[in-house]
């Protein structure tokens, strides 16, 4: 079994940062991109950011040049540093593995975290 597991969620205050950790648990030989998702209340989950394993970032227009993601492979960790935080960025995060090889052979797909709060006051 393969889990993903995200720390460090919390509330903060507007232009305040946090920064979130998603550790990969289980049985993994390599896992290709990894990236963070976001869900405000009565609205559908986003992307917010995303890396290759080669370390290839993409990011959502919204924000751009206020979060940076960032990966451990030797630690199966990807992590968001957010910065300049807005009342919009208010939402569960959640981390999320596009295919987990458990070998060579043999993989998984789509894994996602249980995810982590995240709230900006105004």
């Known amino acids: 079994q393969v889990q993903l597991v995200e720390s460090g969620g919390g509330l903060v205050q507007a232009g305040g940062s946090l920064r979130l950790s998603c550790v990969a648990s289980?049985?993994?030989?390599?896992?290709?991109?990894m990236g963070w998702y976001r869900q405000a209340p009565g609205k559908q989950r986003e992307l917010a950011a995303t890396?290759?394993?080669?370390?290839?970032?993409n990011y959502a227009d919204s924000v751009k040049g206020r979060f940076t993601i960032s990966r451990d492979n030797a630690k199966n960790t990807v992590y968001l540093q957010m910065n300049s935080l807005k009342p919009e960025d208010t939402a569960v995060y959640y981390c999320?593995?596009?295919?987990?090889?458990?070998?060579?052979?043999?993989?998984?797909?789509?894994?996602w975290g249980q995810g982590t709060q995240v709230t900006v006051s105004s």
């Open positions: 999320n593995a596009d295919r987990v090889y458990q070998t060579p052979l043999r993989s998984k797909f789509n894994v």
């Open positions: 890396i290759t394993s080669g370390g290839s970032p």
């Open positions: 289980g049985s993994i030989f390599s896992i290709n991109v």
